[in-house]
């Protein structure tokens, strides 16, 4: 093979299949999560954790294999946001979390999920650091507010960080899609 040519990934990859398997225990979640007695609230804890582990590892494997594929690329993001975004929905359904909370931190990450395809066209802006520390950060929330005994303090204090750090990142993303948008329209001469 040179250089030029590129190997042909398969779709049906472990990558992909992890993946697709976090977007198949969505549903398990919220219903785990809205059964009611404390074994089902665990069970709910255990399917969010298994499917964020596989959130890691997907990519990971992605990664180090060279499993990287255009499904993967648009799969792996909805997978992470259906995942978090039914934590957060069933938390403020259930009263746990207020609803702000959850309309914060959805709306920026529909409003990044837009621009990343309005770029597509132009380039990839790809995810940085402080996209990683908000990943961990509000899986690190979501699970202290499935956690029964841990005390609210302990999670408004997670959540407030990672809420923070949703919106600094997705001002961040914002500048740099303006910037990659300038330097665009001046290689085009416009």
């Known amino acids: 093979m040179t250089r030029d040519e590129?190997?042909?990934?398969?779709?049906?990859?472990?990558?992909?299949v992890l993946t697709v398997l976090r977007l198949a225990l969505v549903p398990f979640f919220v219903v785990c999560l809205f059964l009611p007695g404390m074994g089902w609230r665990l069970a709910a804890l255990g399917v969010f954790v298994v499917a964020s582990i596989t959130d890691h590892l997907d990519g990971e494997l992605a990664r180090r294999y060279g499993l990287i594929t255009d499904f993967g690329k648009i799969a792996d993001p909805i997978a992470d946001k259906a995942l978090t975004g039914a934590a957060l929905v069933c938390l403020s359904i259930l009263n746990e979390l207020p609803w702000w909370v959850t309309?914060?931190?959805l709306g920026r990450e529909v409003g990044i999920t837009v621009l990343r395809f309005v770029l597509l066209r132009h380039a990839v802006i790809p995810a940085s650091y402080?996209?990683?520390?908000?990943?961990?950060?509000q899986i690190a929330a979501i699970?202290?507010?499935?956690?029964?005994?841990?005390?609210?303090?302990?999670?408004?204090?997670?959540?407030g960080a990672a809420l923070l750090i949703t919106v600094a990142?997705?001002?961040?993303?914002?500048?740099r899609a303006i910037r990659l948008r300038k330097v665009a329209r001046?290689?085009?001469?416009e």
């Open 186 to 189: 001046q290689s085009r001469g």
């Open 143 to 159: 699970v202290l507010y499935l956690l029964p005994w841990v005390p609210d303090p302990v999670r408004w204090v997670v959540m």
């Open 169 to 175: 990142t997705g001002v961040d993303y914002v500048v």
């Open 103 to 105: 309309i914060v931190i």
């Open 130 to 137: 402080g996209g990683k520390v908000k990943t961990v950060l």
């Open 6 to 16: 590129r190997r042909v990934v398969s779709p049906w990859n472990i990558a992909n």
